[in-house]
């Protein structure tokens, strides 16, 4: 056992838990520049870490939501109809780039690139959901017609960007679905549908990248030995936790490692 992978696996699984963001958005850079793990074998393992993890950090917002707080589970079968078509066309992709120097550099600048989107989203989040607010009234029919296909689009933007750098599925997901259900997203609800919707879509890019070749099954282990309560404290703590605090925070980590990682 290394502890301070358990420990990384920790700190990851309350950031998950309470905001639904940091699954990827943390522990790939953690992989890459703390422990020096190659970033093909970090964004592969970090799929099977955020697959398992995420699916207890689900089943415990299930059981504590309720009828208001609880997944949009309508939301996520759109958004997978999007996401588990794109992650088969990137692990697809991926398969035929033989030159692992290519390979490690596309999948390093592209984690770069949406870390930094991510720090944007994360920062703006409030503002997206007002915008999308004064959008909705006045144009309701409108509105709710171009939902669903939406929906699907935004599920393919997060199935490309989780499969190539395992990032996106909390950070990028929370600020879509907060402009495509303005008025039907609480945080809580919102938290607890990016958390189910990437269960399913990490599960599929994460088999892909077992079958390429890219996954540390001890690395997998040690993780989730400190993910699997720290998710599980952290989703019984999401309804308390001060969003003010934790975005800013969150925000700026990202964009330094985002900077590191292009640099």
């Not at 309470?18 to 520049?33: C, D, K, R, Y």
């Not at 599925?169 to 958390?195: F, H, K, S, W």
Request: proline share 4%; no cysteine.
């Amino acid at each position: 056992m290394d502890w301070l992978h358990a420990i990384a696996g920790l700190f990851v699984g309350l950031m998950v838990g309470m905001t639904g963001v940091g699954g990827g958005s943390l522990m790939a850079p953690i992989l890459i520049l703390l422990f020096g793990v190659a970033p093909t074998t970090a964004v592969g393992t970090d799929l099977w870490f955020a697959s398992i993890t995420k699916a207890v950090g689900g089943a415990v917002h299930h059981h504590q939501g309720g009828a208001e707080g609880g997944p949009d589970y309508d939301v996520v079968k759109r958004l997978m109809i999007g996401s588990i078509p794109a992650s088969l066309i990137v692990l697809a992709i991926l398969s035929q780039m033989h030159l692992g120097q290519i390979k490690t550099g596309v999948i390093t600048g592209a984690l770069g690139v949406v870390l930094i989107g991510t720090a944007v989203a994360t920062l703006l989040r409030g503002r997206f959901h007002q915008w999308a607010l004064a959008r909705r009234v006045g144009t309701a029919d409108r509105f709710t017609r171009w939902q669903p296909a939406l929906t699907v689009l935004a599920g393919a933007l997060l199935g490309a960007m989780v499969t190539l750098t395992s990032v996106g599925a909390g950070a990028i997901g929370a600020p879509l679905l907060l402009a495509l259900y303005p008025l039907r997203m609480r945080m809580q609800r919102l938290v607890a549908t990016d958390i189910v919707h990437a269960v399913p879509l990490t599960l599929v890019a994460g088999l892909g990248h077992l079958w390429i070749g890219n996954v540390n099954p001890v690395l997998l282990v040690n993780l989730l030995a400190g993910s699997l309560p720290g998710i599980v404290i952290g989703s019984l703590l999401a309804t308390r936790t001060s969003d003010r605090v934790l975005q800013p925070l969150l925000a700026a980590v990202l964009v330094v490692v985002g900077w590191r990682l292009i640099a």
